[in-house]
């Protein structure tokens, strides 16, 4: 399970069933965030791969329809990571990551995972209650309460929020927190901005923002800063193209395919 973390921390960056406590909290959602950014139906797919050698399979669909939880319209959001080729007789990977997100206030209401990494399982749903600043985490038979910072966020979430910010109010080296829960912990998902750039992919060149997100220093990356991300300089914001340095040597992500986008791609 160790080998396949790296491999799914890069693919779950990009940055994913039991019963649970109902909270009714749709009075307590005011707050807006402005999104031009995504929405129903959109489906992009990337290709993760070592070198020559192909390694993993991602994608990130946002559901056709919105999605009713605690009374209040969700977008419903699928990550999906599967090894494929060598790395998937080394170690077999079979992840679904699934995160319920308000369409007005771009917060969670529900998160989901499913992993299968070789004989490792774990599903595990997460509660979101905004109104009480918590939640809770069921594991099979076992629910635990936590208490999290205001608005916060999960790890798919956190993301999505991240299309909607304006780059243009943002200084190059500035680095933007997120609060986010996962496994039952509260931490800040920092992304620092470094500036534009123009990439590129097998359907042409674009411009882009390229954004570093911060990990904390362990065995598995290399250096500091290991992962670097190029993102769409447009409105969509999508991931087309990232690298992670590990020890044993780089990842890279780029991008297969994509659609439902609210606006096209200005290729050149």
């Known amino acids: ?141 076992e629910s635990k309460t936590y208490n999290v910072p205001n608005n916060i966020h999960d790890i798919i979430s956190g993301y999505f929020f991240l299309r909607t910010i304006n780059f243009d109010k943002v200084r190059e080296g500035e680095i933007i927190e997120v609060p986010t829960f996962f496994d039952g912990e509260v931490y800040k998902l920092r992304v620092r901005y470094v500036g534009r750039d123009v990439i590129k992919t097998k359907f042409g060149k674009s411009k882009v923002l390229r954004l570093s997100p911060q990990i904390p220093t362990n065995k598995f990356f290399k250096g500091e800063e290991p992962m670097a991300l190029w993102v769409s300089d447009d409105s969509n914001k999508i991931p087309l193209k990232a690298e992670v340095d590990l020890k044993i040597g780089s990842l890279e992500m780029d991008l297969k395919s994509y659609k439902g986008l609210k606006r096209d791609i200005a290729w050149f």
Request: hydrophobic share 40%; charged share 25%.
């Open 1 to 141: 399970m160790k080998r396949s973390y790296a491999l799914l921390l890069a693919i779950s960056t990009f940055a994913l069933l039991f019963s649970f406590r109902q909270y009714d909290e749709s009075a307590e959602m005011d707050r807006v965030v402005h999104n031009k950014s995504f929405g129903t139906g959109e489906r992009v797919e990337y290709r993760v791969h070592y070198g020559f050698i192909n390694a993993a399979e991602a994608k990130v669909e946002v559901g056709k329809a919105v999605s009713m939880i605690n009374n209040r319209p969700c977008y419903r959001v699928n990550v999906i990571g599967r090894t494929v080729g060598a790395f998937d007789l080394i170690s077999r990977v079979r992840d679904t990551w699934r995160s319920y997100i308000d369409t007005t206030a771009i917060l969670p209401h529900m998160f989901e995972r499913q992993i299968q990494e070789n004989k490792y399982r774990k599903e595990e749903t997460v509660f979101f209650n905004h109104s009480k600043d918590q939640a809770v985490s069921n594991v099979k038979d």
